[in-house]
């Protein structure tokens, strides 16, 4: 394991182990065992093979990103894209999204630069519409305005929650329209001029640590501006975003929609469909930040703040929380297992994550 998955590893251990803490300390073991008992199981097969689903449909979106460089089948984006997500779930680092365009460039002979472009403009479509669902949902959505929420520490009331919401939305039309800008040859090529003249800031300093800022940051930079643009120039065709769109939002209706039938196995989570949609969105904006593999910690945290919201108990919330997260990445691993096995790929091999990168590019 490299000095930086280590340190990644480090880095989301202390902040899941923050957040697990923070999120079950005022509920008792013995209380949230007897909500699980409670539970009634048989929504869960519903409940998966509907996250399941979201997974083929991953698959159609990719598989359609990649059309204009090279047509591929169903079967040989499904197996890359369910061993990137297996591997999210038990590596650190998120090193399933460079394992992805490895496989592709092994199995497929597509150029890996390529890959990561794609994966690049699949990450971009679920913020957009992460954050166009966000905004909608809360605009419909009243909060209690006597609603309080003690949440790690601090007690957050109406006002500040409709801040904070106010705050994301903002933020993400920021991201939307700068990912937009991509669009436009003149805007990369000044943002890739800036980003290069980054080291003049540090004049006063010599010209050996100049050289480590462009060799650490600026190039680097440069890079992932390379890749999000090229993934953008994969798209520029009007059919291919607009078959995308309709795919991205397919993957969150069906991913909030499997929340939605656990919940109607969960004692007290008498939330709709809307109220889930919300909380499964908080939840992604929870695991967004590092983590231990597997999101554990900041799942939870996220689950149980957002249910707070409204009015759902934070012995319920964790008991639904728990469940849900279980049954949302364990039928991943198993199916990305499966994959790795079908295809023959060796699961060891992507701990290096600068070892994916040397032998991708």
């Known amino acids: 394991m490299n000095r930086n998955t280590t340190i990644s590893l480090f880095l989301g251990t202390a902040i899941s182990v923050a957040a697990l803490y923070f999120a079950f300390r005022n509920?008792?073991?013995?209380?949230?065992?007897?909500?699980?008992?409670?539970?009634?199981?048989?929504?869960?097969?519903?409940?998966?093979?509907?996250?399941?689903?979201?997974?083929?449909i991953r698959a159609l979106r990719w598989q359609s990103i990649l059309e204009p460089v090279r047509k591929i089948s169903f079967i040989q984006a499904f197996h890359p894209l369910m061993i990137g997500f297996m591997l999210n779930c038990i590596l650190p680092g998120r090193i399933g999204e460079a394992a992805r365009p490895a496989i592709l460039k092994k199995n497929e002979n597509i150029?890996?630069?390529?890959?990561?472009?794609?994966?690049?403009?699949?990450?971009?479509?679920?913020?957009?519409?992460?954050?166009?669902?966000?905004?909608i949902i809360m605009a419909g959505i009243k909060i209690d305005p006597d609603l309080v929420v003690d949440f790690g520490g601090y007690r957050l009331n109406n006002?500040?929650?409709?801040?904070?919401?106010?705050?994301?939305?903002?933020?993400?039309?920021?991201?939307?329209?700068?990912?937009?800008f991509l669009f436009f040859g003149k805007t990369r090529k000044f943002?890739?001029?800036v980003v290069m003249k980054l080291p003049l800031i540090f004049f006063f300093a010599g010209s050996s640590f100049r050289k480590k800022v462009e060799d650490k940051i600026s190039l680097?930079?440069?890079?992932?501006?390379?890749?999000?643009?090229?993934g953008f120039l994969l798209i520029r065709r009007p059919r291919t975003i607009l078959i995308s769109s309709c795919y991205t939002l397919a993957v969150w209706i069906l991913t909030a929609l499997s929340?939605?039938?656990l919940a109607l196995g969960c004692p007290g989570i008498n939330l709709s469909f809307t109220e889930l949609t919300a909380v499964m969105i908080i939840v992604c904006f929870f695991i967004a930040l590092p983590s231990a593999p597997g999101y554990w910690g900041l799942w939870e945290?996220?689950?149980?703040?957002?249910?707070?919201?409204?009015?759902?108990?934070a012995k319920n919330a964790a008991g639904y929380t728990l469940t849900n997260h279980v049954i949302q990445i364990l039928p991943v691993i198993?199916?990305?297992?499966?994959?790795?096995?079908?295809?023959?790929?060796?699961?060891?091999?992507?701990?290096?994550?600068?070892?994916?990168?040397?032998?991708?590019?």
């Open 27 to 56: 509920i008792p073991l013995d209380d949230l065992l007897i909500y699980l008992s409670s539970i009634n199981y048989l929504w869960i097969i519903p409940a998966v093979a509907v996250s399941l689903s979201t997974f083929v």
């Open 111 to 135: 150029p890996f630069s390529t890959g990561i472009a794609t994966v690049a403009v699949e990450r971009i479509f679920d913020i957009i519409f992460l954050f166009i669902l966000f905004t």
């Open 159 to 180: 006002t500040d929650l409709i801040t904070a919401g106010k705050n994301i939305a903002g933020t993400g039309a920021i991201l939307v329209a700068g990912s937009l």
């Open 191 to 193: 943002i890739g001029f």
């Open 220 to 230: 680097p930079a440069l890079r992932v501006l390379d890749n999000f643009s090229n």
């Open 259 to 261: 929340y939605y039938l």
């Open 301 to 313: 945290a996220g689950g149980i703040f957002a249910m707070s919201l409204f009015g759902v108990s």
């Open 334 to 361: 198993i199916t990305g297992l499966v994959s790795a096995m079908i295809t023959g790929v060796n699961i060891g091999y992507f701990k290096n994550s600068d070892k994916i990168i040397d032998t991708g590019v």
